[in-house]
């Protein structure tokens, strides 16, 4: 069966080759380095090595201002161009007038209109289902195309049977935010628990959003051990790659590759794509909207 795994990690472009704003050259994120020898920049956005490319991904898409979650993350999973439509960027959260979009054309609707399997890999803690269940529905592009398309948000239990991955790969969070007794897991870990899981499924999606955080300050003192974490787990993921597996790793906007401010950017957003279809998929892929119905065309 082929598979395709999405790797959605928020906030994260390619920007300028300066350490002092730029992680992927002052030692925070080495993957890059590590997988294609070297880190991208805007003198230099496409890097291959080994079946893997990285290239740069419009997030901009003709519109004015400064690209937002809402309809950035709309863009990939719906494939359209959701700043147009909205006439303007919009975020955190989708706008009103995407709703719709949303329902009927997610990607997870896609797939299980055409009878394939999906999973949305995160586990929620059940103070996220308390928020659902009050009626408060202020809901990120994936869980509300989860909602709406009838799949499952894992929980707790999930996480703890190694069924489900936590937002920031390790369990840390779980552990010493939210006093959960889950296990602390290696990155490396989380990646093999994330290609099993995949492996059953023609879609999978794995949502990493601390990048984001970080890039905006809000965990700034966190920042050097959570980078640490996630550079562990894509190397991983990057390397052991199975055969049957279309990997893409993608994001919606640019932020943390640009430190001397607290905001999005209008850099290129980051593109990987490696494994299975890896140089068809990183050819067709030009800007957000154009992911979806890259991998669809798989599944015709």
């Not at 300066?18 to 080495?30: A, I, Q, S, Y």
């Not at 901009?60 to 700043?83: E, R, Y």
């Not at 905006?216 to 640490?228: F, N, P, S, V």
Request: with cysteine; charged share 20%.
């Amino acid at each position: 069966m082929h598979s395709t795994l999405m790797i959605f990690i928020d906030g994260v472009g390619i920007g300028e080759n300066d350490p002092k704003k730029n992680p992927f050259f002052n030692g925070r994120l080495n993957f890059a380095k590590i997988i294609f020898g070297a880190s991208p920049h805007l003198g230099d956005q496409h890097l291959q090595s080994d079946n893997k490319y990285l290239f740069p991904v419009d997030a901009c898409m003709g519109v004015k201002g400064l690209p937002q979650s809402g309809t950035g993350q709309t863009s990939i999973f719906c494939g359209v161009n959701a700043p147009k439509i909205n006439k303007g960027h919009f975020g955190p959260y989708p706008p009103a007038a995407l709703k719709q979009t949303l329902k009927e054309k997610n990607i997870f609707r896609e797939f299980l209109n055409r009878n394939l399997n999906v999973e949305f890999v995160n586990a929620y803690p059940k103070i996220f289902f308390d928020y659902i269940n009050s009626g408060r529905k202020r809901l990120s592009a994936t869980s509300l195309s989860c909602l709406l398309s009838g799949v499952k948000l894992k929980n707790s239990t999930d996480l703890r049977r190694g069924q489900a991955l936590s937002a920031e790969i390790d369990n840390s969070r779980w552990v010493n935010k939210l006093n959960y007794t889950h296990k602390i897991i290696k990155p490396e870990t989380a990646a093999n628990r994330l290609f099993k899981i995949a492996q059953r499924n023609h879609f999978t999606l794995f949502e990493y959003f601390l990048t984001d955080h970080i890039g905006h300050g809000r965990i700034k003192d966190e920042a050097d051990a959570t980078l640490k974490v996630l550079d562990k787990f894509l190397i991983h993921v990057l390397r052991n790659i199975p055969k049957n597996i279309s990997l893409i790793i993608c994001s919606d906007h640019g932020n943390i590759e640009d430190m001397s401010v607290k905001m999005h950017t209008r850099n290129p957003a980051l593109g990987i794509t490696a494994g299975l279809h890896a140089e068809e998929l990183s050819q067709k892929i030009n800007s957000l909207y154009d992911i979806k119905n890259s991998i669809l065309g798989y599944y015709s």
